[in-house]
């Protein structure tokens, strides 16, 4: 079991609503896992609807008083927060690793790219002023200005559980809304110890809530009136239909869903750079991440000699604990997900892949009941398998010979999904032609996962994103705020 300030004995995660911690009340639950040891480290109580509505009511109380908060006020307790997330970070990394599996140096990276969000939030007084023109039309000036909207939603997945609330939180309650956290029911406790750290941080109660819990939970919170908008984060299938049952619920949403994600190498690349960077890209976290790139398209002139860099590479990775410093391919999160990984595995050898590295077979000493899979490579991948369209989400890489940039590019067309891509190369026409032909949200030059800072958007294309504003930056401004134009003329008495 794990302790934490507001973990009762018995273990269950808690809510935050109003400043105080409370049990959710709903039916269903589930345990929370050690992903490398198969501990249980504690359990999700989900919430009811009952509970739901208790969270948005005094969330719509605490917004009437903060929205009216000058905003040099507001952005006080998030530089308490940096502070204090920055005075946790080797303990909220170590919960991290416990409850995902990933690396503690990953899971380092993830609370530092979650705090830059919070750096980016307290510039707000800047950022979310509006315009104004002076003599608009004969004797008027006029001004827009941009207002908070009430109470805003967030529901997040697995996969980065500290990062990904953070790409919302800051902002949210920087414009002067107010905020509930549905965090992952499968890694719940880091997103309860930054709620323990928010308590301490100076923000009003019932600005910021935290409201476990599972699907129904989410369904209530889509239903409920008293909430303006959704942020969603995880799987397409979801996403979809969160899209559309919050805009039909008439709430502004933002839906991110899975990937494909590739790398083209061309002739001219750096091939042990470029062979380095996808290792790191395809293996990192598991393979558990939507930037991660795991199909690559070579120039057929390179493609034996990358296969053969790519795959010493990969077979230096260390599989074990995230806590051991030694290891650079953690645990799964669950078994059943890795054997829907060993499913894709499978399915790769049936389909006629050239299975180049099989990570099946591995094991850790001491960790004999944890969710772990060595990398695993598969050559002569084609468009038309399995395993190059849907989102296997786990250390499997596939490798594709083309003739030239402009064949993979039209690869890279072909997939339902636009999150993110790579090119590798020294030519600069080479680069211009991905960067103008390619219908994907996040792009790398010479760069293996292409992951934005927090001071520009975040979000995919096609199946990869649901909507038009994305996480991070000046588009949370946009999403968390409505404007109002005032047209003024002051005649001479
Ligand atoms: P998931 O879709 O299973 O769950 C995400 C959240 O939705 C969780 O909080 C869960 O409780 C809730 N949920 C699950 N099923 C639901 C349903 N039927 N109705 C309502 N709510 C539901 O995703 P996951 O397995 O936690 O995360 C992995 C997925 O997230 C991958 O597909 C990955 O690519 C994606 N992801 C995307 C991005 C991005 O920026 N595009 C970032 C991180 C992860």
Same mark, same amino acid.
């Given at each position: 079991m794990v302790r934490l300030e507001s973990l009762p004995e018995t273990g269950t995660v808690q809510n935050y609503v109003g400043g105080e911690w409370h049990t959710p009340t709903g039916s269903d639950g589930q345990d929370v896992i050690d992903p490398a040891t198969s501990e249980r480290l504690a359990s999700v109580a989900f919430s009811s609807a009952d509970d739901v509505d208790g969270a948005v009511r005094t969330a719509t109380d605490a917004f009437e008083e903060w929205?009216?908060?000058?905003?040099?006020?507001?952005?006080?307790?998030?530089?308490?927060?940096?502070?204090?997330?920055e005075g946790h970070e080797d303990e909220l990394a170590e919960l991290l690793v416990r409850e995902h599996g990933k690396t503690r140096s990953e899971a380092k990276g993830e609370i530092r790219r979650g705090i830059e969000n919070v750096e980016v939030a307290?510039?707000?007084?800047?950022?979310?002023?509006?315009?104004?023109?002076?003599?608009?039309?004969?004797?008027?000036?006029?001004?827009?200005?941009?207002?908070?909207?009430?109470?805003?939603?967030?529901v997040t997945p697995f996969n980065f559980p500290a990062m990904i609330p953070?790409?919302?939180?800051?902002?949210?309650?920087?414009?002067?809304?107010s905020f509930i956290l549905k965090p992952s029911e499968q890694d719940p406790l880091v997103a309860q110890r930054i709620f323990e750290l928010i308590d301490r941080a100076g923000f009003p109660d019932g600005v910021l809530q935290l409201v476990n819990g599972g699907v129904d939970t989410v369904n209530a919170l889509l239903e409920h009136d008293g909430i303006e908008g959704i942020s969603f984060v995880g799987s397409t299938p979801v996403a979809r239909e969160i899209y559309a049952t919050a805009a039909a619920n008439g709430k502004r949403v933002q839906a991110q869903g899975g990937a494909k994600n590739h790398i083209v190498v061309t002739e001219t690349a750096d091939l042990d750079f470029a062979a380095e960077k996808t290792v790191?890209?395809? @293996?990192?976290?598991?393979?558990?991440?939507?930037?991660?790139?795991?199909?690559?398209? $070579?120039?057929?002139?390179?493609?034996?000699?990358?296969?053969?860099?790519?795959?010493?590479?990969?077979?230096?990775?260390?599989v074990g604990s995230g806590l051991d410093g030694e290891t650079d391919i953690g645990a799964l999160i669950t078994p059943e997900h890795e054997q829907r990984v060993r499913n894709y595995i499978e399915t790769g050898i049936e389909e006629g892949a050239d299975l180049l590295l099989d990570g099946r077979d591995v094991s850790v000493?001491?960790?004999?009941?944890?969710?772990?899979?060595?990398?695993?490579?598969?050559?002569?991948?084609?468009?038309?398998? $399995?395993?190059?369209?849907?989102?296997v989400f786990g250390p499997v890489l596939g490798l594709m010979s083309v003739e030239d940039v402009d064949e993979a590019i039209g690869v890279l067309d072909r997939s339902d999904f636009g999150n993110a891509a790579s090119l590798f190369t020294g030519s600069g026409?080479?680069?211009?032609? @991905?960067?103008?032909?390619?219908?994907?949200?996040?792009?790398? $030059?010479?760069a293996g996962t292409a992951a934005p800072m927090a001071f520009f958007h975040f979000g995919g294309r096609k199946d990869s994103f649901f909507g038009d504003l994305?996480?991070?930056?000046?588009?949370?401004?946009? @999403?968390?705020?409505?404007?109002?134009?005032?047209?003024?003329?002051?005649?001479?008495?």
């Amino acid at each position: 079991m794990v302790r934490l300030e507001s973990l009762p004995e018995t273990g269950t995660v808690q809510n935050y609503v109003g400043g105080e911690w409370h049990t959710p009340t709903g039916s269903d639950g589930q345990d929370v896992i050690d992903p490398a040891t198969s501990e249980r480290l504690a359990s999700v109580a989900f919430s009811s609807a009952d509970d739901v509505d208790g969270a948005v009511r005094t969330a719509t109380d605490a917004f009437e008083e903060w929205s009216e908060r000058p905003v040099e006020e507001r952005i006080q307790p998030l530089f308490e927060l940096k502070r204090l997330l920055e005075g946790h970070e080797d303990e909220l990394a170590e919960l991290l690793v416990r409850e995902h599996g990933k690396t503690r140096s990953e899971a380092k990276g993830e609370i530092r790219r979650g705090i830059e969000n919070v750096e980016v939030a307290c510039g707000i007084p800047s950022m979310m002023q509006g315009g104004t023109l002076l003599n608009a039309a004969p004797d008027i000036d006029e001004s827009a200005v941009r207002k908070p909207l009430g109470v805003f939603a967030a529901v997040t997945p697995f996969n980065f559980p500290a990062m990904i609330p953070l790409w919302f939180l800051p902002y949210a309650v920087a414009t002067g809304n107010s905020f509930i956290l549905k965090p992952s029911e499968q890694d719940p406790l880091v997103a309860q110890r930054i709620f323990e750290l928010i308590d301490r941080a100076g923000f009003p109660d019932g600005v910021l809530q935290l409201v476990n819990g599972g699907v129904d939970t989410v369904n209530a919170l889509l239903e409920h009136d008293g909430i303006e908008g959704i942020s969603f984060v995880g799987s397409t299938p979801v996403a979809r239909e969160i899209y559309a049952t919050a805009a039909a619920n008439g709430k502004r949403v933002q839906a991110q869903g899975g990937a494909k994600n590739h790398i083209v190498v061309t002739e001219t690349a750096d091939l042990d750079f470029a062979a380095e960077k996808t290792v790191g890209s395809a @293996f990192a976290c598991a393979g558990e991440r939507c930037l991660a790139n795991d199909v690559v398209v $070579v120039e057929e002139s390179v493609y034996d000699e990358f296969v053969e860099t790519v795959v010493s590479v990969a077979d230096s990775q260390v599989v074990g604990s995230g806590l051991d410093g030694e290891t650079d391919i953690g645990a799964l999160i669950t078994p059943e997900h890795e054997q829907r990984v060993r499913n894709y595995i499978e399915t790769g050898i049936e389909e006629g892949a050239d299975l180049l590295l099989d990570g099946r077979d591995v094991s850790v000493d001491g960790y004999e009941g944890g969710n772990f899979l060595g990398p695993t490579l598969f050559g002569d991948v084609t468009t038309d398998m $399995v395993i190059t369209q849907e989102e296997v989400f786990g250390p499997v890489l596939g490798l594709m010979s083309v003739e030239d940039v402009d064949e993979a590019i039209g690869v890279l067309d072909r997939s339902d999904f636009g999150n993110a891509a790579s090119l590798f190369t020294g030519s600069g026409s080479d680069a211009r032609k @991905f960067r103008h032909r390619t219908d994907i949200g996040n792009l790398g $030059v010479n760069a293996g996962t292409a992951a934005p800072m927090a001071f520009f958007h975040f979000g995919g294309r096609k199946d990869s994103f649901f909507g038009d504003l994305h996480a991070q930056g000046e588009d949370m401004i946009h @999403f968390y705020t409505d404007k109002t134009v005032y047209i003024e003329r002051w005649p001479d008495t």
